[in-house]
Nanobody, 124 residues
């Protein structure tokens, strides 16, 4: 049974930082690409960032590029999202997800396992 458990969300003022973590279990973490998505109230879930199986290839949405950093520690089976210079429009539930391959993707259809999400709220 694959499990992805996010943590690190919370309330922060605009301009602040948070680091999200996603602890994975149930399959060989280091074989699969991972991603972060988010869903704001009343909006569809959107891609935030992705990393391939070894962390050497990373991709970001235009809205977070330069502010967020995705990384992974395969020895700890953990995915991270460092979020800096947060804006109110970053407020959302953030989900980590695991793909079916080692290749990073921005497309939800490539992801077969999802966490339960962690709330990030940025106040102005």
């Amino acid at each position: 049974q694959v499990q992805l458990v996010e943590s690190g969300g919370g309330l922060v003022q605009a301009g602040g930082s948070l680091r999200l973590s996603c602890a994975a279990s149930g399959r060989t973490f280091g074989r699969y690409a991972m991603g972060w998505f988010r869903q704001a109230p009343g909006k569809e879930r959107e891609f935030v960032a992705a990393t391939n199986w070894n962390g050497r290839s990373v991709y970001y949405s235009d809205s977070v590029k330069g502010r967020f950093t995705i990384s992974r520690d395969n020895a700890k089976n953990t995915l991270y999202l460092q979020m800096n210079s947060l804006k109110p429009e970053d407020t959302a539930v953030y989900y980590c997800a695991s793909t079916t391959t080692g290749i990073a993707s921005h497309s939800e259809v490539e992801y077969d396992y999802w966490g339960q999400g962690t709330q990030v709220t940025v106040s102005s």
